[in-house]
């Protein structure tokens, strides 16, 4: 079995930068393929969830179930901005969960606690997500490899 390389990056600390953080990781970790984002946290920070506006998103693909019900929701390659604004949604209501991509090159684990985990067999697969989020602390890996 290979090894699994991984990169925590931190949510940007000014919440106006959310979007554009999660858009990146819609656009960029997925290379136009289905993506699943899965909700395995939720509930941790209520007064930070907008359960009104999570709702409304689902109800656009005509989806009325709870989340409870449905954590997970299919994107297909033509909905990455849906994906980037489902992602947003979710870091900042203070959920968890998964980023499955079909592709598999990187895929993503989003923290309650504000960061990201991405996970990549290759870690030169990493690497554009370094460059692209450019996080303020040494990655996983550098810091195994010096330490």
Known sequence: MSDVHVE????PPEHYRVFFFAHCVASELTYRRPTLPFITEWGVWPSSENWHLYYKLRQTYGDNRLLQDAPGHLFLEREGEDLASFLQLSMLNGWGGYVLTEANY???????????EFFAENSGNLADIRKMLRPSQPSADSTA???
Not at 8 to 11: A, D, V, W
Not at 106 to 116: C, G, K, L, P
């Open 8 to 11: 925590r990056i931190q949510y």
């Open 106 to 116: 990187v895929n993503a684990f989003f923290s309650h606690d504000e960061y990201i």
């Open 145 to 147: 490899a010096t330490g």
